[in-house]
Every structure is written in C-alpha cells, then in structure tokens.
C-alpha cells in the first residue's frame, strides 16, 4: 500500500514538470475508496482514437478492509472499451461514454458457518455508461453497469468489483451490478 500511495504522489509531483498538452493519451487511475471494500484497484487507460479507449483494471483481494471478515485472498482483472458519445468536445479521456466490460474474479475465503477456506470464481459481461472529466492532468470516472454472471459465486454475493443482484428481496447469482468512482492523473 505504501508503494502505491508513493507511486500516486510521484505522480502527482512530477505531472506539471511534462508538456502543457491538453489532449492527453494515457490516464493511471485508483478506484475510490476500494481500500474500504477489501481490495485495492488501479487502472490504466489508453486512448486509441478521438472517441475512443481501452482501459485494463487490476485489483489485488485481500489488500483491504475486509468487511465480512472472511479472509479473501485473489485478484480481479478486467478490460473495457469505453466510446465517447458524440457532440463530445474538449478532446480524450473526457465525456459521456458506453463501455461493455469483462470482468474476471477469482479468490479463496473462509466460509462463515465453518471457517473452511472455499474458492469463489466469477466472470461477467458487464454494459456500462458512465462520465469521465478532468481538470487539468487530473480526472474523475464515474459509471454504472449491469450484466450477466456466471462462476462459482461467494456466499457474501460480492466479488471485489461487482456484487450480484440482491434488490427487492430477491437474489440471482447470474446478474451483476457495478458502479465505481476512480480518481486519476493524465499524462
């Protein structure tokens, strides 16, 4: 963790000293507050075109609070293809966009009634619409998405970058949700 909070303040530091260019092609990101959830998430995006990137995720399970207290250990990786929607000024890396994402998560925990370590593995083609500004060489991501699941799922419903469908009173292990906030510097 200290190597990423050293990492994020080099960043930081160092991003007035590169060009003054506002079209910027490359974004590293941390998703807020995933230390709070039970992992710990960093992204890369890359722009390919006017209106259009890809961005690959990566999360480390276990490098967190663990909130159900079930000592997760795994990763979760995944890759989404964001396209800005049209009318989209102001250049890369900004503006309303769809992305379909794949997930991919896979990690061991102990089970609550009897402690015994199980393995919980899920994937999930995820629609997602969300909204990505800057201010200057820092941005802001914000999205929303819903798609199916398929796997082995955890018992606790949450798999360290999407949560299956537990609304209304009903519950279905083949429909995953996913909202996220990621903070990020440009370059």
Not at 34 to 57: D, M, N, V
């Amino acid at each position: 963790m200290k190597a990423i909070r050293t990492l994020l303040l080099a960043l930081c530091l160092l991003s007035p000293l590169a060009s003054n260019a506002t079209e910027y092609k490359n974004a590293f990101k941390v998703t807020f507050l995933s230390w709070a959830t039970g992992s710990t998430k960093l992204s890369y995006e890359r722009a390919f075109a006017p209106h259009q990137s890809g961005e690959i995720c990566a999360s480390l399970i276990g490098a967190g609070y663990d909130k159900f207290r079930n000592n997760p250990r795994g990763y979760t990786l995944r890759y989404g293809h964001k396209f800005f929607l049209a009318g989209n000024e102001g250049g890369g890396l900004k503006g309303f966009y769809v992305r379909p994402e794949l997930i991919y998560a896979t990690y061991k925990y102990n089970l609550r009634d009897t402690g015994l370590r199980t393995q919980a593995r899920m994937g999930t083609l995820l629609a997602t619409a969300g909204y990505q500004t800057r201010f200057g060489r820092f941005l802001i991501d914000a999205w929303a998405g819903a798609g199916p699941a398929f796997g082995t799922p955890a018992e606790t419903g949450y798999h360290h970058g999407f949560a299956l469908w537990n609304v209304f009173g009903t519950r279905s292990d083949h429909i995953a949700l996913s909202f996220s906030v990621r903070l990020g510097v440009c370059f």
